[in-house]
């Protein structure tokens, strides 16, 4: 079955970049059915869709407008994996960080398989 | 964008209904089809119950059912059962010539 394997640090210091991957096993990040996700979760802003990356003939990638100026999800074919980047964090980007995978099943919009999640605490 | 509208708790007893509502917008909710349903207990990632409005995954209890009218989604479980005690959240396309996929706020779900 698709699991999804999230790594990286916990603790981020302010105005430095936040730097998640998640491995792919069951899928490969380079489907042509699938859209690879970062999801993030805390208390003051609930869930919130970060952005995500997939492969349609060519590598495509989509931003939430709250993050985009300071996003980037990249994927990594060699290790099957994608990976996240946030740059000039604030106390503000402490949450619940997780990956997810939607497909054309749920166009794209439905969100079946989630990594395990990874607490990351933005302080000095 | 602004986040879907859930109640923020519902309750209910073992064996009955219940239903979360999930309020947008014509620019969301109203019209696109793409509505999806999260159940999370605590300290678990979100798992997919409904999308697509009323599709149902492979392995979700056919208990868990969703529906739309107008800008409003929602999600009815029927014979509750102490293992549904959870939060709920609801989640769209948010339109508007964006990318972004709005969340609802979450709805608790108490089995008395």
């Known amino acids: 079955q698709v699991q999804l394997q999230q790594s990286g640090p916990g603790l981020v210091e302010p105005s430095q970049t936040l730097s998640l991957t998640c491995a792919i096993s069951?899928?490969?990040?380079?489907?042509?059915?699938?859209?690879w996700n970062w999801i993030r979760q805390s208390p003051s802003r609930g869930l919130e869709w970060l952005g995500r990356?997939?492969?349609?003939?060519?590598?495509?990638?989509d931003y939430a407008v709250s993050v985009k100026s300071r996003i980037t999800v990249n994927p990594d074919t060699s290790k099957n994996q994608f990976s996240l980047q946030l740059n000039s964090v604030t106390p503000e980007d402490t949450a619940v960080y997780y990956c997810?995978?939607?497909?054309?099943?749920?166009?794209?919009?439905?969100?079946?398989?989630w990594g395990r999640g990874t607490m990351v605490t933005v302080s000095s | 964008q602004s986040a879907l509208t859930q109640p923020a708790s519902v309750s209910g007893s073992p064996g009955q209904s219940i239903t979360i509502s999930c309020t947008g917008t014509?620019?969301?909710?109203?019209?696109?089809?793409?509505v999806s349903w999260y159940q999370q207990h605590p300290g678990k990632a979100p798992k997919l119950l409904i999308y697509?409005?009323?599709k149902r995954p492979s392995g979700v209890s056919n208990r868990f059912s969703g529906s739309k009218s107008g800008n409003t989604a929602s999600l009815t479980i029927s014979g509750l059962q102490a293992e549904d005690e959870a939060d709920y959240y609801c989640?769209?396309?948010?339109?508007?010539?964006?990318?972004?996929?709005?969340f609802g706020g979450g709805t608790k779900l108490t089995v008395l």
């Open positions: 997810a995978r939607a497909t054309s099943a749920g166009s794209y919009y439905a969100f079946d398989i």
């Open positions: 069951g899928d490969y990040v380079s489907s042509n059915t699938a859209a």
């Open positions: 990356t997939y492969y349609r003939s060519k590598w495509y990638d």
């Open positions: 014509s620019s969301d909710i109203g019209t696109y089809n793409v």
């Open positions: 697509e409005g009323s």
């Open positions: 989640c769209s396309y948010a339109g508007s010539g964006t990318f972004d996929v709005l």
